[in-house]
Nanobody, 123 residues
Framework: VQLQASGGGLVQAGGSLTLSCAAS????????MGWFRQAPGRERELVAS????????YYTDSVKGRFTISRDNAKNTVYLQMNSMKPEDTALYFC?????????????????WGQGTLVTVSS
């Protein structure tokens, strides 16, 4: 089982990036998917999550209205569209998967993690 994250890069403040996380099919259609980020000197935080059944979404307050999480079950891929980006969005972004929404939201003992993809927002 693997999660492959991509799409990070350097963007100016106010710009946009889209992150992608490709997952193995065995887990994708039954797992809750999420994006976490960790900035230097800060704790890892859940940015957004999406369930597979009803595509219910969650966003941390700081990204509401700017970021959108979505999933394409046919492609086994979850996306994070990031708009109106700010320097404080700079972080290493990770995708994660777990059968439990509660576990994913807690960010502890999550079943699967992808490798990080670095997002840098310049001012």
């Amino acid at each position: 089982v693997q999660l492959q994250a991509s799409g990070g890069g350097l963007v100016q403040a106010g710009g946009s990036l889209t992150l992608s996380c490709a997952a193995s099919g065995r887990i994708f259609n039954s797992y809750v998917m999420g994006w976490f980020r960790q900035a230097p000197g800060r704790e890892r935080e859940l940015v957004a999550s999406i369930t597979w059944r009803d595509t219910s979404t969650y966003y941390t307050d700081s990204v509401k209205g700017r970021f959108t999480i979505s999933r394409d079950n046919a492609k086994n891929t979850v996306y994070l569209q990031m708009n109106s980006m700010k320097p404080e969005d700079t972080a290493l972004y990770f995708c994660a998967a777990d059968p439990s929404l509660v576990t994913l939201r807690r960010g502890v003992r999550i079943n699967y993690w992808g490798q990080g993809t670095l997002v840098t927002v310049s001012s």
